[in-house]
Every structure is written in C-alpha cells, then in structure tokens.
C-alpha cells in the first residue's frame, strides 16, 4: 500500500483523489471531493472524483450497495462527495493511461453528499472548452478548479518555492517591507490610502521597496530578498496588473557583474527545477549593450528563439561626392539627414499577394513608420518589387544579399531616423515571428541588456528623466558627465553631457518580454543629489521625497544593487501563456476591475465622514 503523507490525511480522507495505485489494491479508504464526471449505466453508477491531486473512478454497484446507489442516483457534476469503500483493479482494457490512477477503480460501499451544487456557467470538465474570459474572472472559483488554471497556480507556487530555496542557500535574508509607505516617483502614479488618525495625510501603497531594500543595505543586512507585493495605478495591458509580485533582491559590496552573475545562476536553478523538460537557449546568457540590442534586434528585450535580425544597407548605396545616390528619394534623404537604411528579411514571404505588403506596410506605420519599402528575391535569383525600377537590377540584387534574403524571402526596409527605424522594424519582427512561428514554444532564450543612456531629455518638463528609476548608478568612467553641466546645475539642459552618461542598469529579458531590470545604486548623497537635480528636483523636494534615505547615506552606505523580477510575467512564460491573468489567482481585467468581488466599488458614507473626505463630482473636478 502507498504510505500516504499524513499532512493530506484527514477525517474526510485517507487519500488524495491522485494517491492510488496498484500497490493499494485490497485497501480499505475514504476519498473527498468534487464529482468531475457521473455516468449512469442502471445498476452501475460510475463518478469520476477529482480533487486538485488527480481523479480516480469511483464505481456504485446496486447490488452491492444500494444505499450508496440511491446517493449516486442525486449525484450530479460538481456534487462535492466523500466515498468510501475497497480499492480494486480495472477490468483488464478498461485502464486508462492518462490517469495516473488508472489501474485501479474504488469499489464504494458507502457515499455522502457533503455539499450539493448549481450547474456550472461554463464546463469545468472540458480544458479545451472556450469560455469568454469575462466570465471567467466573474467565477474565478470555478475556473480554478479546472485543470489548466490549476496546473498554472500549481507551478507559479513551485516557481516562488525555487526562488527561495535558492535564495536562502546564498547567504540571503528574507524582510517583509511595509505596504504602507510615502509617495515617492518609481515612474508611475501611486495608489494613495488616506489616514484616519492623521486627517489630511496620505500613505501610497509601494511600486516597489526600492527606497526600503536600500536603506537595509545601510543597516547591514548585506543580502537581502523579498516576494514583494507591488501596486502601480496605470494602463494596463497583457504584462501589467495594478497589483503584481515580484522577486526584489539587494546585495552590498558588490559590482555589475557580481549581481548579474548571481541572479544568472539562479535564473538556470530556478528554471530547470521548475520545468526541466524545457531547454534553455543559451547558458550562459547572452549579454548586449543597450546600443547593440538596439542596433541587432531593434528591441532592448529581444526574443533570441529566432534570427530575422536587423541589417544597416547603407554601406550598400553609393555616395558620390558623399552624397546617398540609390536612386530611391527615400533612401537618399533619409542618409542625407542622418538617419538609417535598415531591413528585416520575412522568410517564405517572396510571393506574399499585395493584400498582405498592404497590411505589413499599415502595420509598419502604425509602428511609426512613413512607409514600408520591399524587395521579394525570387527563386531564379531575380529580384521583384515596386523599387526596383529607381534601384536598378544590381543595386537591389546586391540589397537583397547585404540582408542575408534566400529564395522565397521578402526584405523589409524602413529609412527614417535611427530611433523610428530601429523601432519599426523591432515591432515588425517580433510581430512576423508570432505570425510565421519562428519561435520554439518549449524554449527558454533569457538574455542581458546593460549599459543602458543613464538619462532621457523631457522636452516638455525640461528636465532629465531616468531612463529606469532615479536610483541607478553611473558607469564609473561617466561620473564625470554628470558634474559637468553646461551651465546652471539647478536647471538643466539638453545640452548636458550627462545626457551621454551610460547607467549601470541592467535588464534580464525572456523570450521577448522584459522580465525584470535592477542596477548598481548610487550610494553617496553627494552624487545622489546631482542625479536628482538633473531630473528637475529642487533640494527641498529632494530631501521631502528621499530625505530617510538620503540621510541614511551620510551614516555610511556600502557600495550595492540589485535587481527586481516579475513572478507574473515568469509563471506566464514558463507556462507559454500571452497574459500575467493566467497565472494570477485573482486579476483584474483591463479596466482594472474585479469582476468577482465587483471592486473598486463606491465606500460607505461613513468610512468618507472617518476620513474627512468627500466626492467630488466629474462636472465639477472639470469646473
């Protein structure tokens, strides 16, 4: 008999629903759990019972036990039942190998009805059943018993199980940090929590623990990590929820490639425990540059799964006098004002109809693009294409084997400035790789990206923006472009030369998704407060946002980093799914609601009247 865990026995129980095998045939148990199939043949009832361990096929006979057949005859789909009675094996042909109880059947002798249920909205029986995902969020209970979601909450808990493990095997101390903390910029509006006690005052709930893990690494901690629960009020999207988890680590006494390193080791750990059936691309890890990631893939999270990489044609096109002269005006003007000539090749897209350069040149320019130039290679080695004509035969043959195109393949072109081009096509491929299927679904392609611009210039607010968080800390041999100014320190300009100044921030991506970015922090105020003042902060709205950590730092800060993961965004790649929703127990939708709970929902009078507050009607907010 199987020796079962004595954590899962219970007085409804001796076994899981997935325990059983042939070693327990002649055993004398008790099951619990909810009917996921009944088939009525007469004198025999037959209830596939399911728990979240396994099903096993429960068989009434009448003759046998009739009390117990007189229940069955009430049982019906989603019944929670307990059973009792002898283990037996199946009648040799009538094992089932897709159970992993499927030698064996349970014999009852005795059957109860512990909770009765309504017919369910949708089948939970079905896996492969379309069901309109609304109302799956409106009885998420429902949903979760069936096997896909279940199986996707299951290695999400595996997942978080790894990451610790691995954590505290590296000498890391796990801290919770508080979920009420002050508003302070992460790059997203705050969800604020108004105070009773003190009216008028505000918590926000955290972006993230950023300013928290610092400050621990001031009070010694020297390795610390958390599963931190984080909350961002903006628009959300497949990648984002209003409320999402996240693995935050920090470490002292450290540089770049000391994090990088580590959280690379336990990247491969973590994912070869929780899917080891799933390769990983490349270990170790590719590592780019920003400005080569960009160049190479038009994208700063690359999906590595397929090629398809971006090619410049400019050394292609001839420059008499210096001057572009490919006889296309779009190409020449495009050289002539600095801007790039770039292509992607579409692989077996060489006799796409017009229909589909159409809909590829209207996908280009709602990327950004002006247009979307295209040669087709055909198999006779000729080239096809509306540019041709001002080309000529040899330039476009000669564009065509610069881009690396076959046979059959169609080359993409944009020419526009370096950011538009590199950015349209980077869509364009990771669009064309999901439509052709480049991308090897059970593969794991993690990459770096590092060494990203330190600061973006905000025409509108003049100031310097972080690229990433106002945190990260500068390439030691830039430091210098950041004392420097043009003129003014209180007022920046993008004349700057700290707008060439290259962060140490690095970003870990997966599969085409950013799956978490961290950084070296700057440590002595010093340099802290000239980062601020960059980014438009006076020094006293500096010391009333950071002002903890600003002051922690004069009491002896060590050199550190880290980094941040999303749980979210890892489950739902590990499980190949297009949403963080599918991985998360309880999300909300795109409006941010809980269709569930039926939340946000309006307070109660009185909770307003508690908090000195009242609502402002939209006519007039506007007023």
């Given at each position: 008999?199987t020796?079962?865990p004595p954590s899962?026995?219970?007085?409804y129980?001796t076994?899981?629903?997935?325990?059983?095998r042939?070693?327990d045939?002649g055993?004398e148990v008790r099951?619990?759990?909810?009917?996921?199939?009944?088939?009525?043949h007469?004198?025999?009832?037959f209830?596939?019972?399911r728990?979240?361990?396994?099903?096993?096929?429960v068989?009434?006979?009448g003759?046998?036990?009739?009390?117990?057949?007189?229940?069955?005859?009430?049982?019906r789909?989603?019944?929670?039942?307990s059973?009792s009675g002898?283990?037996?094996?199946?009648?040799a042909?009538?094992e089932n190998?897709?159970?992993?109880?499927?030698?064996?059947e349970?014999?009852?002798?005795?059957?109860?009805?512990l909770?009765?249920?309504r017919?369910?909205?949708f089948y939970?029986n079905?896996?492969?059943?379309?069901?309109?995902?609304s109302?799956?969020?409106?009885?998420r209970?429902?949903d979760?018993?069936?096997e896909?979601?279940q199986?996707?909450?299951?290695l999400?808990?595996?997942?978080?199980?790894?990451i610790?493990q691995?954590h505290?095997e590296?000498g890391?101390?796990?801290i919770?940090?508080p979920?009420?903390?002050?508003?302070?910029p992460?790059g997203?509006?705050?969800?604020?929590?108004?105070?009773r006690l003190?009216p008028?005052?505000v918590y926000a709930?955290?972006q993230s623990p950023?300013?928290?893990?610092q400050i621990l690494?001031?009070?010694?901690?020297?390795?610390?990590?958390?599963?931190?629960r984080?909350?961002?009020?903006?628009?959300?999207r497949?990648?984002?929820q209003?409320?999402?988890t996240?693995?935050d680590?920090e470490?002292?006494?450290?540089?770049?490639?000391?994090?990088m390193d580590f959280v690379e080791?336990?990247?491969?750990?973590v994912?070869?425990?929780?899917?080891?059936?799933r390769p990983l691309?490349e270990?170790?890890?590719?590592?780019?540059?920003y400005?080569e990631?960009m160049?190479r893939?038009g994208s700063?999270?690359?999906?590595?799964?397929?090629?398809?990489e971006?090619v410049?044609l400019?050394?292609?096109?001839?420059t008499?006098?210096g001057?572009?002269?490919?006889g296309?005006?779009v190409?020449?003007d495009?050289?002539?004002g600095?801007?790039?000539?770039?292509?992607?090749v579409?692989?077996?897209?060489?006799d796409?109809?017009?229909?589909r350069?159409?809909?590829?040149?209207e996908?280009a320019?709602?990327?950004?693009?002006?247009?979307l130039?295209?040669l087709a290679?055909e198999a006779?080695g000729?080239?096809?294409?509306?540019?041709?004509?001002?080309?000529?035969?040899d330039l476009a043959?000669?564009?065509c084997?610069?881009?690396?195109?076959?046979?059959g393949?169609l080359v993409?072109i944009?020419?526009?400035?370096?950011?538009?081009?590199n950015?349209v096509?980077?869509r364009?491929?990771?669009d064309?790789?999901?439509?052709l299927?480049?991308?090897?679904?059970?593969?794991?392609a993690?990459?770096?990206?590092h060494?990203?611009p330190?600061y973006?210039?905000?025409?509108?607010g003049?100031?310097?923006d972080?690229?990433h968080?106002p945190f990260?800390?500068v390439?030691?041999?830039?430091e210098?472009?950041?004392?420097?100014?043009s003129?003014?320190?209180?007022r920046?300009?993008?004349?700057?030369?700290?707008g060439?100044?290259?962060?140490?921030?690095?970003?870990l991506?997966?599969?085409?998704?950013e799956?978490g970015?961290?950084?070296?922090?700057?440590?002595?105020?010093d340099?802290?407060?000239?980062?601020?003042a960059l980014q438009?902060y006076?020094?006293?709205?500096m010391?009333?946002?950071?002002?903890?950590?600003?002051?922690?730092?004069?009491?002896g800060a060590?050199?550190?980093g880290g980094?941040?993961?999303?749980?979210d965004?890892?489950?739902?790649l590990l499980?190949?799914q297009?949403?963080?929703?599918?991985?998360?127990?309880?999300?909300?939708?795109?409006s941010g609601?809980d269709?569930?709970?039926?939340?946000?929902?309006?307070p109660d009078?009185?909770q307003y009247?508690?908090l000195?507050?009242?609502?402002?009607?939209?006519?007039?907010r506007?007023?």
């Amino acid at each position: 008999m199987t020796e079962h865990p004595p954590s899962l026995a219970t007085p409804y129980r001796t076994h899981t629903c997935g325990q059983l095998r042939a070693g327990d045939i002649g055993a004398e148990v008790r099951l619990s759990g909810w009917v996921h199939r009944r088939r009525d043949h007469g004198q025999l009832i037959f209830l596939d019972l399911r728990d979240r361990h396994g099903i096993t096929q429960v068989v009434v006979d009448g003759t046998d036990s009739p009390a117990a057949h007189d229940v069955a005859s009430r049982v019906r789909s989603e019944f929670v039942v307990s059973v009792s009675g002898t283990v037996t094996a199946r009648l040799a042909g009538t094992e089932n190998a897709r159970l992993s109880t499927g030698a064996i059947e349970l014999q009852t002798t005795a059957l109860e009805i512990l909770n009765e249920a309504r017919t369910p909205p949708f089948y939970i029986n079905d896996p492969d059943a379309p069901v309109d995902e609304s109302l799956r969020l409106k009885y998420r209970y429902l949903d979760i018993r069936r096997e896909p979601m279940q199986q996707r909450l299951l290695l999400r808990s595996r997942l978080v199980q790894a990451i610790r493990q691995a954590h505290h095997e590296n000498g890391f101390v796990e801290i919770e940090t508080p979920t009420l903390i002050k508003s302070t910029p992460e790059g997203a509006r705050d969800f604020i929590v108004p105070s009773r006690l003190q009216p008028g005052s505000v918590y926000a709930l955290p972006q993230s623990p950023q300013q928290l893990k610092q400050i621990l690494m001031v009070g010694g901690v020297d390795r610390y990590f958390q599963i931190a629960r984080c909350y961002r009020d903006e628009d959300l999207r497949g990648d984002r929820q209003p409320e999402f988890t996240q693995l935050d680590l920090e470490m002292s006494f450290v540089d770049e490639a000391t994090v990088m390193d580590f959280v690379e080791r336990m990247a491969i750990e973590v994912s070869q425990a929780v899917t080891p059936e799933r390769p990983l691309l490349e270990v170790p890890f590719p590592r780019f540059t920003y400005g080569e990631v960009m160049e190479r893939f038009g994208s700063d999270k690359p999906d590595l799964r397929f090629g398809m990489e971006l090619v410049d044609l400019a050394p292609e096109i001839p420059t008499p006098d210096g001057v572009p002269a490919s006889g296309f005006r779009v190409f020449d003007d495009a050289l002539a004002g600095g801007g790039r000539v770039k292509a992607i090749v579409a692989p077996g897209l060489g006799d796409a109809p017009r229909s589909r350069i159409d809909e590829l040149t209207e996908t280009a320019k709602r990327f950004g693009a002006r247009g979307l130039a295209h040669l087709a290679l055909e198999a006779t080695g000729s080239v096809k294409g509306p540019i041709v004509k001002f080309l000529g035969d040899d330039l476009a043959e000669r564009l065509c084997a610069r881009a690396g195109a076959g046979p059959g393949d169609l080359v993409l072109i944009v020419a526009d400035g370096t950011e538009v081009t590199n950015e349209v096509l980077g869509r364009l491929r990771t669009d064309l790789g999901a439509r052709l299927g480049l991308a090897d679904p059970n593969v794991l392609a993690y990459c770096w990206v590092h060494r990203f611009p330190m600061y973006k210039w905000d025409v509108e607010g003049g100031r310097w923006d972080a690229t990433h968080n106002p945190f990260s800390g500068v390439v030691p041999e830039d430091e210098a472009l950041l004392t420097t100014v043009s003129g003014d320190p209180s007022r920046p300009s993008p004349e700057d030369p700290a707008g060439r100044a290259r962060a140490l921030q690095y970003d870990l991506a997966l599969n085409g998704w950013e799956l978490g970015g961290g950084s070296i922090r700057i440590w002595r105020r010093d340099l802290l407060e000239l980062s601020f003042a960059l980014q438009g902060y006076s020094l006293e709205r500096m010391r009333n946002m950071f002002g903890a950590m600003l002051e922690a730092f004069e009491y002896g800060a060590p050199p550190h980093g880290g980094i941040a993961l999303g749980i979210d965004r890892w489950a739902a790649l590990l499980t190949n799914q297009a949403t963080i929703r599918e991985v998360m127990a309880f999300p909300k939708t795109q409006s941010g609601t809980d269709l569930m709970l039926e939340a946000p929902s309006p307070p109660d009078a009185g909770q307003y009247a508690d908090l000195g507050l009242r609502v402002v009607p939209v006519e007039e907010r506007k007023a």
